[in-house]
């Protein structure tokens, strides 16, 4: 299994670099990144919330499809915008509600370099938005006013026993 990395982790703000080199070793990142989120309870796991610095990210749509997404770009959204509850395995125990757009259209490559569409709604739509923000450096409460994530940060810290001084 791999470490999740936590709210104060400063792998989780940066800007993910490219993904260039296709291998069996990437491969074997993506199979332990599947295992991670399975182990966490999740539907979604991003290359830096394991600390690594890659455009990578793997989902499961909910529905039994396992993928993963490779230098991913979102390409297009809708106008319609969904408020939904988020959280998140960087930040444990904490949840809010997050508006994105409703569905989206997203190019990637698959494990063998391939470029591909999708076009995604509902959960898969929302998840591809979420961990998408991370190769960005962005965490979901990112998207909170600065009141509403100080709360957050606060809920975090006392949900999760820590130090206020070891959350950036």
């Known amino acids: 299994m791999l470490d999740i990395f936590t709210l104060g982790e400063e792998i989780l703000t940066i800007k993910c670099k490219k993904v260039e080199t296709f291998d069996s070793s990437l491969t074997l990142l993506i199979d332990a990144m599947f295992d991670s989120m399975d182990e966490a309870d999740g539907v979604g796991l991003a290359a830096p919330q394991v600390g690594i610095d890659m455009r990578l990210f793997v989902v499961d749509d909910q529905k039994g499809t396992r993928r993963e997404f490779i230098n991913p770009e979102i390409v297009e959204t809708s106008m319609d915008n969904v408020n939904m509850e988020e959280g998140c395995l960087s930040i444990p125990n904490v949840y809010h509600d997050i508006e994105r757009p409703k569905s989206i259209t997203l190019q990637a490559q698959d494990i063998n370099g391939k470029t591909?569409?999708?076009?995604?709604?509902?959960?898969?739509?929302?998840?591809?938005?979420?961990?998408?923000?991370?190769?960005?450096?962005?965490?979901?409460?990112?998207?909170l006013s600065e009141i509403e994530r100080e709360k957050m940060v606060k809920a975090y810290i006392r949900k999760n026993h820590l130090k206020k001084g070891s959350v950036q």
């Not at 960005?136 to 990112?142: L, P, S």
């Open 116 to 143: 591909f569409k999708i076009k995604a709604e509902g959960l898969l739509a929302r998840s591809i938005q979420h961990e998408n923000d991370h190769l960005n450096g962005i965490v979901f409460i990112d998207h």
